[in-house]
């Protein structure tokens, strides 16, 4: 069984700063890709960065230059860090890993609970 947990999220001023984290635990051989999306209310789920194994990162551009996405292999884990946040930044961020449980095997993809990032005028 794999999970993903986000953390991190909360309440914050417009112009200040959070760091999520995405925790992967469970049965895993490999992490390849994993991405940060979000889901404003009343709106479908965006994609918000994405970072390979070997650290390439890729942003969508209302993100660019204030969001950073990072991973730690050795620890399964990914971060977003999000500054100068603003109200449009408000949404449940969810994480997303495609990861190999087992070596051989085929990669699948698997999703976070949500974690809610409220930005405040």
């Known amino acids: 069984q794999v999970q993903l947990v986000e953390s991190g999220g909360g309440l914050v001023q417009a112009g200040g700063s959070l760091r999520l984290s995405c925790a992967a635990s469970?049965?895993?051989?490999?992490?390849?890709?994993m991405a940060w999306y979000r889901r404003a209310p009343g709106k479908q789920r965006d994609l918000v960065a994405t970072i390979t194994r070997g650290g390439i990162t890729n942003y969508a551009d209302s993100v660019k230059g204030r969001f950073t996405i990072s991973r730690d292999n050795a620890e399964n884990t990914m971060y977003l860090q999000m500054n100068n946040l603003k109200p449009e930044d408000t949404a449940v961020y969810y994480c997303?890993?495609?990861?190999?449980?087992?070596?051989?095997?085929?990669?699948?993809?698997?999703w976070g609970q949500g974690t809610q990032v409220t930005v405040s005028t």
């Open positions: 469970g049965s895993i051989y490999s992490i390849n890709v």
């Open positions: 997303r890993g495609y990861l190999i449980q087992l070596a051989g095997h085929s990669e699948s993809d698997y």
